[in-house]
């Protein structure tokens, strides 16, 4: 076998794949495409917070014109803060935590 052939079988094969995974892409993106499962991935991606809840909770009631609301709008906004580290976890959050323990780690 010649080295041009090689080469040329070589870019091929590489072609082949690239088109391979651009058209797995694009089928991945076609099923996402409905609103019940663009929905469901959301909810998996960015899952919701009662801590984000309580906050914009609290921030309506502390900017009520009915100033009895604002003290217990002052504690939701309170409890928002000491929430915050019971967030539900996310994917990116856990490949997030991945990357910093594997930086502490440093090259093994």
């Not at 870019?11 to 690239?18: F, I, N």
């Not at 914009?56 to 502390?62: L, R």
């Amino acid at each position: 076998m010649s080295e041009s052939y090689r080469r040329a079988r070589l870019l091929k094969d590489k072609a082949d794949s690239v088109a391979r995974v651009l058209k797995d892409r694009a089928d991945t993106a076609t099923a996402l495409g409905d609103k019940k499962t663009a929905s469901a991935m959301k909810g998996l991606v960015r899952p919701n917070s009662p801590s984000k809840t309580l906050r914009k909770a609290g921030v309506a009631f502390i900017l009520a014109p009915d100033p009895v609301t604002a003290v217990p709008g002052l504690v939701m906004l309170g409890a928002s803060f000491a929430l915050k580290n019971r967030d539900p976890v996310s994917v990116g959050s856990v490949f997030a935590e991945a990357r910093k323990l594997l930086e502490e780690i440093g090259p093994i």
